[in-house]
């Protein structure tokens, strides 16, 4: 069991009962962008794109089935968005506009599975929050590999061709 603390109160407890699986106990990072999470889990993920990752608080569980399947758990009661930087960490709720601040509900659970091999990604998710929402959702990531050598040759040849213009 390792407990590790980290900037802007951090702090999670990790259990690692085998090389496929992982469980996070505390407050730890789900945004994928600053590494947190190793790629986009539906619902699960944020990616604030700005200096302040986001952040949940409750417990994180990861569950590799074969090498190509993932399935992930995440049970949430409060959370940090780059939109929470004057606040610090809130509780799970929706904004109220009337009163420009978040009313507090139930925790929010979420569960999602991924199968990926060297050039795909399919991934579902859903999340259920009772008093206010249920969420589905899904992220399909196709990459095409592009021949490197193709490019290579090309770039050399404009190289070339860009100094002889440059001589005359």
Do not use: C
């Not at 569980?61 to 399947?69: E, H, K, R, S």
Request: zero cysteines.
């Amino acid at each position: 069991m390792v407990i590790k603390v980290l900037a802007f109160a951090l702090g999670a407890v990790k259990i690692k009962p085998s090389e496929n699986s992982l469980l996070k106990l505390g407050r730890f990072g789900t945004d994928y962008s600053y590494g947190s999470l190793p790629y986009r889990i539906p619902l699960m993920a944020g990616s604030s794109q700005r200096t302040l990752p986001t952040v949940s608080e409750g417990a994180l569980g990861y569950w590799a089935l074969t090498p190509n399947i993932d399935l992930w758990g995440m049970w949430r009661s409060r959370v940090f968005l780059w939109t929470d930087s004057t606040t610090g960490i809130r509780d799970e709720g929706v904004y109220n506009s009337q009163t420009g601040k978040y009313d507090k509900h139930r925790a929010r659970s979420f569960l999602a599975a991924s199968w990926h091999d060297d050039t795909s990604r399919y991934s579902l998710g859903g999340s259920v929050q009772k008093d206010v929402s249920n969420q589905i959702q899904s992220i399909l990531e196709k990459s095409i590999p592009l021949d490197p050598e193709l490019y290579v040759e090309r770039g050399v040849a404009r190289l070339l061709r860009a100094a002889r213009r440059f001589k005359s």
